[in-house]
Each structure stands twice: as C-alpha cells, then as structure tokens.
C-alpha cells in the first residue's frame, strides 16, 4: 500500500526540525494529516505550508496544560486523532557536577513529562481510533556515560514509561513503542562535534571521526532514518508490535 495512513491524522512534537520534522515528513507522505508541535511559531508555520493538509500548534510541552492544548487544538482542525509521536527534548549535556536543578527539571519537563501529558490527553482518542504512541528516546538512556547523565536517566525513565503505558494499551487497544535514536545528523551533533573539536584542538571532520570511533559506529544516522521506522510502527504493518523499543543506532548498542 503506498499511502497507509490515508485518513488518519498524527500529532509530532518537535517537529519544527531535526528528527522531529523528518517523521512529520514521512508521516505525510504516506498518507497522514499532520499536526506539527512545537515551541517554534515561525518555523512551524512555513514547514505546515509545505505539507498537504497540515497544521500547526505552537506550544510549549513544559507547561503542565500544553498536551491538553495541542491535543484540542489537532481535533479542533482534523477532527480526530490516530498517532502520536513525542520527538522533542533535548538535555543538556556536560560535567554533572556543573548541572544544576534547572538543568535537571528542565530535561524532564520536556522530554518525560510532555510524553507523559500529550499521551494523557490523547489517550481517549487513541483508544476510540485503535490508534498508536511512538516515543522517540534514545540509545543514552541504555549507555551511561558521564557527561550525559540527565539524557541518560530521562531516556531510561522514558523508555520505562513506554513499556507501562504498552501494559495499558495491550487491554485498550492502543499500541505504544519507542524509538532509540543513536548518533544522527541534526544540529544537535553538530554542535557536539563543534564542541570536542574546539576541546581537542580538531577539525570538524576530525572531531565526527573522533565521536563515531569511541561509539564503533561507520557512520552517523539520518533524520530520514528514524522517521521510516516511526512511519513503520504508526502503519498497519506494526499491528502486533507492542512495547518495543528499538535501537537505531548503527550498532552502536551491542548489550542483549
């Protein structure tokens, strides 16, 4: 089927770039209306006009009534509500002795507990639509390292909550999954390779080297990668995949 979710609409956080975007992307081409989330006005707008049939809601999932809003405003405009997919948070990485409590709340405000308010909210319209979660985590939270121990824990505590809300699902017939995300090509690496070149005196290309050696990786994952595996698990082609989490990650995870 080359369209599967034709009449069906999909809720993305984060989607006004980065991986985010590439699963809003996806999402619409196979067939879905979607309704991009984000902090960012402007950016979603001109990334909605690019999509057929999409809108935009610019909130910002740290307040306690964003999932709320965003989940109205997505049945306000489509009318109904058959996938979500929580792609934003970022965590501030760095020594963990420097990372004060704001940096702490502030990772898990976004990245957890907006999982945890968009779910709620749209939970009685997953449940009335047969519909699916997908919640993008990330490899840190199987990996410690010690200059990412807020990603680190809240992507553990998410993929903990993902297998919970499964647990659910399985009797309200609503699927929950989540993504692993390893090393991708979004500024967000960008900025990390900037980071280590500037600490070890290294070029760019030399800095993405020095990060894809010590992960055992070939390369650095696409956006693109990680939105067909979202695409996947919200397709009717996931009908019995319930509470995975799955690594995309290049093999960078070699834990059973």
Excluded at 15 to 38: E, H, K, M, N, Q
Excluded at 59 to 81: F, K, M
Excluded at 94 to 109: K, M, P, R, V
Excluded at 146 to 151: E, H, K, L, S
């Amino acid at each position: 089927m080359d369209n599967p979710l034709t009449g069906k609409v999909a809720l993305v956080s984060g989607a006004s770039r980065g991986i985010g975007l590439a699963i809003a992307r996806r999402l619409a081409a196979a067939g879905a209306a979607v309704a991009l989330v984000a902090r960012s006005a402007a950016a979603l707008e001109a990334e909605a006009t690019a999509l057929p049939g999409a809108s935009a809601f610019a909130v910002d999932l740290r307040e306690s009534d964003a999932g709320d809003r965003a989940v109205a405003a997505t049945l306000a405009r489509h009318g109904r509500l058959d996938i979500v997919v929580h792609s934003a948070g970022a965590t501030q990485r760095g020594d963990f002795l420097t990372l004060g409590d704001d940096a702490w709340a502030d990772g898990y405000a976004l990245k957890l507990f907006g999982a945890v308010r968009l779910c709620r909210a749209a939970w009685p319209e997953l449940v009335r639509n047969a519909g699916s979660a997908t919640l993008v985590a990330g490899v840190g939270g199987r990996i410690a390292s010690a200059d990412f121990t807020i990603g680190g824990s809240v992507n553990a505590a998410l993929m903990n909550f993902t297998k919970a809300l499964a647990d659910r699902g399985v009797a309200d017939g609503v699927r929950v999954n989540a993504i692993n995300p390893g090393s991708i090509r979004t500024d967000r690496l960008a900025r990390r390779i900037e980071t280590l070149g500037r600490e070890r005196g290294l070029g760019d290309a030399e800095a993405a080297a020095a990060i894809a050696a010590e992960t055992g990786i070939a390369r650095f994952g696409r956006p693109e990668e990680i939105a067909e595996v979202a695409a996947f698990l919200a397709g009717p082609g996931a009908s019995y995949v319930q509470g995975a989490i799955l690594d995309v990650d290049g093999g960078w995870v070699r834990a059973v």
